[in-house]
């Protein structure tokens, strides 16, 4: 099983390195690896995770040669433009083929339109940018969810505090490295997301030893996903080896951020902060929103949009909203799948280079088709949920999330088959 290529170190330019992809160059940051040119390493989300002998990675390279060019051929069939864009859609691709940012009123255009055969362009342009910028590259990411008590009460979701219905779950550390070590040294994973609630009883201490325990036996990109914490805690989390975080601002209209958050420590400007500080900190940062929020607005879901964009993100990650039987959003309603893939599209189009994710809540609005359909409107980012079947149900955020009646096995290979079968390769994306 592969998520990952290796690829060739053909330039060291500080802590940058250029490595080579049959052919195809991609900058990676490299922090944790004594590293010279002419040496093979895996990299994902854009860091070096691990250097391996050259005789392994030629084994590694000589199964992928023709694949990984038969893939790209598949790639670049699907990416092939179609559709005749009306003049105002033609001006708005031009606008981004030059790598213009499109303005308010012409986002909102595209979040508007209603007429199929118009979102058909729309998403075949921003898959065929996303093919001319950043070619058939795939980011593969396991997440474990490894504790859903929450001390948090958002409005919005499953595991919020008050929900008293929900049998609550916590996996010690031993069991956390172990998962994570079968998910690297079994399962070939590079990239891990360690997500659950906020949960304090894994205090900063406990978070480093976990961080430092896989890090110790695993080359592997870690992501933390545990929302609003100290700054300490993250630069802790930082210093232990932790690469990545996830998390998101939800909304960027602050007043209905304070609607959804009534009775819960969730503070909306703390949040941006903390997310600004671990961009500045060096952290890989996967951010972004919850579309379909009752009382969000046009106007509210650009801001989400430029907002995410602003922060300069290294991973888009937006999905929508899901209403859960037991919060106060219940009787609230569903967006439909064609407003996410129009959010995707458009921010394809205003970053083109973006990792943008396609998220199980997206996979979750259309079981069958979900996860292609995001990946053909502008995404190239997907993550397997690797968490033990019998915690994975009780990780309610919101009901029926897709994957939860399969086994990690039987998600891993389908992910990978429609992954080749739409001509996607596990090359890394670079920074
Ligand atoms: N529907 C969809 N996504 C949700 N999240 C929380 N509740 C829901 C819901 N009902 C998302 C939030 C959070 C992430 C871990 O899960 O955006 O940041």
Request: proline share 3%; charged share 30%; with cysteine.
């Amino acid at each position: 099983m592969c998520y990952a290529i290796p690829g060739r170190v053909v330039e060291i330019k500080g802590r940058i390195a250029v490595v080579d992809y049959f052919g195809e160059h991609r900058n990676v940051l490299n922090d944790f690896i004594d590293l010279k040119q002419g040496d093979y390493v895996y990299a994902q989300g854009g860091i070096v995770v691990e250097k391996v002998s050259e005789k392994y990675a030629k084994q590694i390279l000589d199964y992928w040669k023709d694949k990984f060019f038969q893939l790209k051929r598949v790639d670049q069939k699907i990416s092939e433009r179609k559709g005749k864009p009306n003049p105002k859609l033609k001006n708005i691709f031009e606008k981004a083929e030059k790598g213009s940012i499109l303005n308010r009123s012409e986002i909102l255009e595209l979040i508007r339109m209603e007429n199929k055969n118009e979102m058909e362009t729309l998403f075949k342009f921003a898959n065929g940018l996303r093919q001319r910028y950043l070619k058939n590259a795939s980011c593969v990411h396991g997440i474990i969810e490894f504790s859903n008590y929450c001390i948090s009460n958002c409005a919005y979701c499953g595991i919020r505090k008050d929900n008293k219905k929900l049998i609550r779950y916590r996996m010690d550390i031993d069991e956390i490295v172990q998962i994570a070590e079968h998910a690297v040294n079994d399962l070939s994973f590079k990239a891990l997301v360690l997500q659950s609630g906020e949960d304090p009883w894994y205090t900063t201490e406990k978070l480093v030893e976990i961080i430092k325990r896989v890090r110790k036996k695993c080359g592997v990109l870690l992501f933390m996903s545990i929302g609003t914490r100290s700054f300490n805690c993250y630069k802790k989390m930082y210093e232990a080896g932790a690469r990545g975080v996830l998390i998101r601002f939800e909304t960027s209209n602050p007043d209905l951020y304070k609607n959804l958050h009534i009775n819960s420590k969730s503070d909306f400007n703390k949040r941006l902060e903390l997310i600004k500080y671990t961009k500045k900190l060096g952290y890989v940062v996967a951010t972004g929103f919850l579309i379909g929020l009752p009382g969000q607005t046009e106007e509210d879901l650009i801001n989400d949009v430029m907002l995410t964009k602003s922060l300069n993100p290294d991973m888009y990650s937006f999905g929508p909203f899901i209403p859960h039987p037991e919060t106060p959003l219940s009787k609230a309603k569903t967006v439909d799948i064609e407003t996410v893939l129009k959010v995707i599209a458009v921010c394809r189009l205003l970053d083109p280079n973006a990792k943008i994710l396609v998220t199980t809540a997206l996979e979750t609005l259309d079981k069958k088709n979900g996860k292609r359909l995001g990946l053909l409107s502008g995404a190239n980012s997907l993550m397997i949920n690797i968490t033990p079947e019998r915690y994975k149900k009780l990780y309610s955020i919101y009901p029926n999330r897709a994957g939860i009646d399969k086994s990690v096995k039987e998600n891993i290979d389908e992910t990978l088959e429609l992954l080749y079968s739409l001509g996607r390769a596990p090359t890394d994306l670079g920074i």
